[in-house]
């Protein structure tokens, strides 16, 4: 039986669909073949080989590195080796291939750097096995003067972005003049590009995606418009807000028509929020937050009615508007990590500190450290460190957690920090594990 009929029968039973043999056995024996190989082309039939590879391998130390990461020692900072080593302009050896592929048909968030890391070779495999097709759409990092006309989705994204940030207007007229025969999910893919340099000379063509036939295009087309005080949608979400928010009272919207659902407003709730409630917080997240005042005086405001449905429309407006005012005004209300990504990354750092020194050790802290990505300079690094200290006097089951994102996360540049010569064992798994990246970086170098 094919690999396929053994995982219908193992998930449907025997029972139902009875099987002549030890199904185990069969399906042990199908995995030992399939990581084998697969049969070579028939005889007389010359089987192509892989082109000459075009970029240089990783170094010797960078390469073991990887394979001890591969099996299984640090296996968490894997994204960062691939990032690093993508960033270098080198190729992962060809004997890892196989292991990274495999993690990539798994893990979407690593595929963007095994475009560049996976080499003629990789793109060699991919071919030939479906399971690691995905990688022919991801940007291989190669420039070409005609990407754009002739490139894989993956190259042309990057293109495109690349050219955003030179040339914003540029790169939306490129868009603009393939965008009818754009795939529906290149179309989803490209319209997210223009979040960099975003102005309102591109609310035009924004408004027209509003009315494509692909629903992610429409969303992003929204989220961007949201950006836009000026924007058409802006406007008419302003006017939705002037009905449903009152002088003294608040007035949910009894319904979630169709040009509600045109600028953005999904009108199914998740599961635990009413409809009225739902609408409400996607019309106060979608309006200028401008309308309401100064941020830190609004969030003083009592609210008489549907007061936690108005904060958490507040909350999703910032985050969706990019607001930095108010995102720094609901942090103080609400911490959560989504609000920190909007802030500078210095002020973002900054903030973060002050709410590990004055937290005490639970899950909320480590969602908003969670959000805070690397690398964690002196002021938060130093922070966290304190926190380690403290809490492994007192707490030492509760630190697992707190220690990883520490490890993982810390500038490696600070591996030298006096704290970190403390005798105590979860301060030096956070110190060993800051050592092995600085030397994982320094052999990509």
């Known amino acids: 039986m094919s690999w396929e009929d053994l995982v219908s029968t193992a998930l449907v039973g025997t029972d139902r669909r009875p099987y002549g043999a030890d199904l185990l056995a069969d399906a042990a024996v199908e995995v030992v073949r399939r990581r084998a190989g697969r049969r070579p082309a028939a005889p007389g039939h010359e089987a192509d080989v892989a082109p000459e590879e075009e970029r240089e391998a990783v170094g010797r130390a960078a390469a073991r590195r990887l394979v001890r990461i591969l099996a299984g020692q640090y296996i968490r900072v894997l994204p960062e080796w691939l990032a690093a080593a993508a960033a270098s302009g080198r190729r992962a050896p060809s004997y890892a291939l196989p292991d990274l592929l495999e993690r990539g048909r798994r893990d979407r968030s690593m595929r963007a750097h095994l475009g560049v890391l996976a080499g003629e070779r990789g793109r060699w495999l991919a071919r030939r096995n479906p399971d690691w097709a995905y990688l022919l759409e991801e940007p291989t990092g190669e420039p070409g003067g005609q990407v754009w006309e002739l490139g894989k989705a993956g190259d042309r994204r990057a293109h495109l972005a690349l050219l955003r940030a030179t040339d914003p207007a540029r790169a939306r007229r490129l868009l603009q003049e393939t965008w009818e025969v754009e795939t529906p999910d290149d179309r989803a893919d490209f319209v997210g590009v223009l979040a960099d340099g975003l102005t309102m000379d591109d609310e035009p063509f924004l408004e027209a995606a509003l009315d494509d036939r692909r629903r992610e295009v429409r969303q992003q087309a929204a989220n961007l418009l949201t950006r836009l005080p000026g924007s058409r949608l802006a406007r008419r979400m302003a006017e939705r807000l002037s009905r449903v928010i009152g002088t003294d009272q608040v007035n949910p919207p009894e319904e979630c028509d169709k040009s509600m659902e045109r600028d953005g407003i ?113 002021t938060l690094a130093a922070a966290v460190l304190r926190k380690i200290v403290q809490v492994a006097a007192t707490q030492p089951w509760n630190l697992g957690e707190l220690g990883r994102l520490a490890a993982e996360r810390i500038d490696p540049a600070l591996c030298d920090l006096p704290v970190l010569a403390r005798p105590d064992p979860n301060v030096q798994e956070v110190a060993a594990l800051l050592r092995f990246r600085a030397d994982m970086l320094e052999e990509l170098e």
Do not use: T
């Open 266 to 378: 999904r009108a199914k709730p998740p599961r635990g929020i009413g409809e009225k409630a739902w609408w409400l917080q996607q019309v106060i997240a979608r309006a200028p937050l401008a309308r309401w005042g100064d941020p830190d005086d609004v969030v003083r405001r009592r609210i008489p009615d549907w007061e936690d449905e108005v904060r958490a429309g507040w909350v999703r407006g910032a985050v969706l508007q990019q607001d930095a005012a108010w995102a720094r005004a609901m942090f103080a209300w609400d911490p959560i990590a989504d609000l920190l990504a909007v802030l500078p990354p210095g002020e973002r750092q900054h903030l973060a500190a002050d709410f590990v020194k004055n937290r005490e050790m639970d899950s909320q802290l480590i969602m908003v450290l969670g959000g805070v990505p690397a690398p964690w300079h002196d």
